[in-house]
Each structure stands twice: as structure tokens, then as C-alpha cells.
């Protein structure tokens, strides 16, 4: 079994309006997943940098998962995939999404301690509706072409208000969707912008929503989190 988790970490600026990576941080180790996607964790202008020090990632137990798209940067268009130690990255990608403004995907194929592979898709979708449901669309068939189908798991941030509308629509097709439950605002939380997806080769054993007083401040999304059997 493993567990994953998803958060919009907003570049590390909590609802107090600090920018605070170190709590970041200790959000994800209150969740102690084995695999976690990360939205908005690059600056917007300049070098666009990861908001997250490596020294803070590594010393919290983290490795994150490069993509080689810009130097200071170890995602892709804000997206960041972070593993813990036992399990290893043997493939990674961005993805490039069809849009009017900076949006994209990225793809990472891992192999946990006991062999088994994973495939984990981190994303952060368009807030227009029209352009959403087209890059779901495109993640949908840029998985379906791969020559090595492997279990798979898609996180990430939709902007998707409706549960059987829209982009969601487009997954449920051919995936599960953890109903993990309302993660934004975190303040007070009513919307369940942000999801966890998974091919119908795993099973959900339990999911739900990090809503502790620290998640509560560092960032106005609260981070989702599932354990998944199934990863061969």
C-alpha cells in the first residue's frame, strides 16, 4: 500500500500572507505520504524558482523529481512531484497542455522498495472550463499512447467546481476519483477543487483531507491525501 497526496502549496504564502516554505513542509510530514504532487510551487516571474529550498526538501526526507525545464526550477509550470526515500524515478516528462495561459502537466514513472511501478501525474488545470475539459482530454490520450502501461495515479489542482461536469466528466471515464472531499478555501472549506484519480487496476482503501490547524494557515488550499493498494 501506499499513500499519496496532492496541495496547492500557493508559492508557500499562507492565508496569514507570509511566505513560509518550512511550513509547507511540515504540513506533508503530518501526511507522511510515499508520493506527493505540488501545484504552484515555483515563483511566477523571472527564473520562476522552486519556492521550496532542496536543502529544506531533503532535510524534511524529500527527493524531488526533476524535469530538466529550467534551472532554478524542479517542476514545470508550477508542478512538482516529491518522493520519498525507497522509492526511485525511472522516467519523467512534462507535458505540454493546450492553453492561452501557462498551464501544464507533468509525468513521473516509479518503482517503490519491493518492485512495484507506479505512474503518477501531476497537474494544475486552466480556470476556464472550455480549456480544462481540453486538457484533460490531452493527459487522457498522451497516457493511452504509452507503449508500458502501468498502474496510475493523477493529482493535482482541476479548478473544477462540479463533480460530474466539465474536466471530471472527461477522467471518470477512465478513472476512479477518490472523494477525498472540500479542500479550498482552507479557512473554510467548501470546494473540492483538488482531486486524486486512479486507473481501475487499484483499489482505494481510504482518502480524505489534511485539515489541520497548521494546514489551515500555510496555504489557502488544504492538502488531499488517499492510501491505494494495487501498485505491482
Same mark, same amino acid.
Given at each position: 500500500m501506499i499513500t499519496v497526496a496532492s496541495y496547492n502549496i500557493h508559492k508557500a504564502v499562507g492565508t496569514d500572507r507570509q511566505r513560509r516554505p518550512e511550513r509547507i513542509l511540515d504540513v506533508l510530514a503530518e501526511i507522511n505520504a510515499d508520493i506527493v504532487a505540488l501545484q504552484e510551487a515555483?515563483?511566477? !516571474?523571472?527564473?520562476? *524558482?522552486? =519556492?521550496l529550498p532542496l536543502k529544506l526538501i531533503e532535510q524534511a526526507g524529500w527527493h524531488p523529481v526533476?524535469?530538466? *525545464?529550467?534551472?532554478?526550477?524542479?517542476?514545470?509550470?508550477?508542478?512538482?512531484? &516529491?518522493?520519498?526515500?525507497g522509492m526511485v524515478m525511472t522516467s519523467s516528462e512534462a507535458i505540454h497542455l493546450p492553453t492561452l495561459e501557462p498551464r501544464g502537466a507533468v509525468c513521473a514513472d516509479l518503482r517503490s522498495s519491493t518492485?512495484?511501478? =507506479?505512474?503518477?501525474i501531476g497537474m494544475h488545470l486552466d480556470l476556464s472550463g472550455l480549456w480544462r475539459r481540453r486538457q484533460a482530454k490531452a493527459i487522457i490520450a498522451h497516457l493511452h499512447v504509452k507503449p508500458h502501461q502501468i498502474p496510475t495515479i493523477l493529482m493535482g489542482d482541476m479548478n473544477e467546481w462540479? *463533480?460530474?461536469?466539465?474536466? &471530471?466528466?472527461? !477522467?471518470a471515464r477512465h478513472y476512479r476519483i477518490a472523494d477525498t472531499g472540500p479542500s479550498f478555501h482552507a479557512r473554510r472549506p467548501i470546494a473540492r477543487l483538488?482531486?486524486?484519480?486512479m486507473s481501475r487496476d487499484l483499489k482505494l482503501i481510504e482518502c480524505g483531507v489534511q485539515a489541520s490547524r497548521l494546514a489551515s494557515v500555510a496555504s489557502d488550499h488544504l492538502p488531499i491525501w488517499a492510501r491505494i493498494e494495487g501498485v505491482r
Open positions: 515555483d515563483r511566477r !516571474f523571472g527564473a520562476r *524558482a522552486s =519556492v526533476t524535469f530538466g *525545464a529550467r534551472a532554478a526550477s524542479m517542476g514545470w509550470h508550477g508542478n512538482m512531484i &516529491l518522493i520519498r526515500q518492485g512495484g511501478q =507506479v505512474r503518477i462540479s *463533480a460530474t461536469t466539465g474536466c &471530471l466528466h472527461e !477522467f483538488d482531486r486524486i484519480m
